[in-house]
């Protein structure tokens, strides 16, 4: 008996039912492995987060003592009037500023990097404070240029948390010490940390530099912190309590960064107040303002004139928010160099945000009408400029973009109309643009 064979039409139909099998298992497969590199990715997320913590609770509960720059910048300065003290205010200013150094969240090179006495080719996202023009401006806390007082940091870094990139760059060990090796009254710069070197490891160091990359910054910053960490609080990690697939140098700059399971720096966020969570109120997203808008509301950050306004955890008593203080009408003597007032805003409230973070709603201060139910405030009249005050709540921010690789946050130098598929934006103003 002669066996029949396989028809084409058979054969076809039996490479398309295996076709279908193999994609559903290779989607299946592709499914696990995203499920895997999320978990993978939340794990090491949260291992940091704990970590951080624990650090910033320990950190906070350290009474930073006040400069005498911060009791100026602090008090009341009323014209024809003596000088109003407000030791409270001045706590927080030093707290402020303390924190700030203990827990940089990123940094920039700053140009080409050169071995002389006090030149520092980082700076952590520091504003000078002083007139002097040079490296002086930016020794910590606030004041200590004026002398007198021990300086615990420079360029917005305490030298403990600075030693963690400087050391992973290349200096010599006089670089990060802490001390003033040669008595020129810089600590840790550059000049000390080329020291001991030759000229071909210095020039290795400014290879690296040039290297950098702004996007790994700010994980690089995290690993300083938790990993290189120096002075009194240590680090929070060894090394190798982390595997290769969680930590690397993506850039070649030396500075190795926390990357998530797609090969990306992980972000790190000290203060995020523009952040809008369950638990922060921040910058509204695109479902508030479109809703403040159908309600006829001036759009913000609050819903209703009941709801609970955010308090800074480190200003309970909103000292900083005090009228007499943050408003010019009365606070309107701010001595020379410390801050200049812009409309109803002191110039000591400005020096501080310029500093530290912002002590006002972006919405607001696009608007001539001020919101009781929306804004921070709950005025009703806008004569004193008080209406666009507002206190923030925050806590540090540690996240990874995901499989397309793009943080849900803003980051510089992208162009976010060119990437997002969707047709209308939210504006500072709360105005909706479409394009």
């Known amino acids: 008996m002669v066996r029949r064979g396989f028809t084409l039409i058979e054969l ?25 590199e999320e978990k993978a990715t939340i794990a090491l997320i949260a291992k940091l987060e704990t970590a951080m913590t624990d650090r910033v609770d320990a950190l906070t509960n350290y009474r930073a003592e006040p400069t005498p720059a911060h009791y100026t910048m602090a ?11 407000c030791v409270e205010r001045a706590q927080v200013i030093a707290q402020f500023d303390y924190l700030r150094s203990v827990f940089p969240d990123v940094f920039f090179v700053r140009s080409t990097a050169v071995a002389i006495p006090g030149f520092y080719p980082v700076n952590f996202a520091c504003a000078a404070f002083g007139v002097a023009g040079n490296a002086t401006d930016y020794m910590l806390p606030l004041g200590a240029n004026a002398g007198g007082i021990p300086v615990r940091g420079m360029y917005g870094a305490a030298f403990e948390v600075s030693a963690g990139i400087y050391k992973q760059l290349g200096y010599c060990p006089k670089g990060y010490d802490g001390s003033d090796n040669n008595g020129d009254g810089y600590i840790d710069d550059m000049f000390e940390g080329a020291m001991d070197l030759s000229v071909a490891e210095v020039v290795v160091i400014r290879e690296r530099l040039a290297r950098h990359k702004h996007k790994t910054a700010r994980s690089e910053m995290l690993y300083a912190i938790l990993v290189e960490g120096g002075g009194l609080s240590g680090a929070s990690f060894g090394p190798n309590d982390f595997t290769s697939k969680e930590v690397q140098d993506t850039d070649g700059d030396g500075l190795l960064e926390f990357v998530d399971a797609w090969g990306e720096p992980l972000q790190y966020y000290r203060w995020p107040i523009l952040f809008r969570s369950d638990t922060q109120k921040g910058f509204p997203d695109l479902a508030k303002l479109t809703d403040d808008v159908a309600a006829g509301r001036t759009p913000g950050p609050y819903s209703s004139v009941y709801e609970s306004r955010e308090q800074n955890p480190l200003d309970p008593n909103q000292t900083l928010l005090a009228p007499a203080w943050w408003g010019s009408s009365f606070n309107n003597a701010v001595p020379a160099g410390y801050g200049t007032a812009s409309g109803k805003i002191s110039g000591a409230a400005r020096l501080f945000m310029g500093h530290f973070m912002t002590l006002v709603d972006p919405i607001a201060t696009t608007g001539t009408v001020a919101s009781n139910i929306t804004f921070w405030d709950r005025s009703t009249g806008t004569d004193t400029g008080y209406f666009v005050r507002r206190a923030y709540y925050s806590r540090f921010l540690i996240l990874s973009g995901g499989p397309d690789k793009l943080p849900g946050v803003a980051q510089l130098g992208v162009n976010y109309r060119a990437i997002d598929d ?4 939210p504006l500072a103003s709360g105005v909706i643009e479409s394009v």
């Open 12 to 36: 076809i139909i039996v490479i398309v039912i295996i076709g279908i099998l193999m994609a559903l298992i290779l989607r299946a497969a592709m499914g696990g492995v995203r499920r895997a």
């Open 75 to 85: 008090a009341l300065h009323h014209r024809g009037s003596k000088r109003i003290e």
């Open 422 to 425: 969707r047709s209308s934006f």
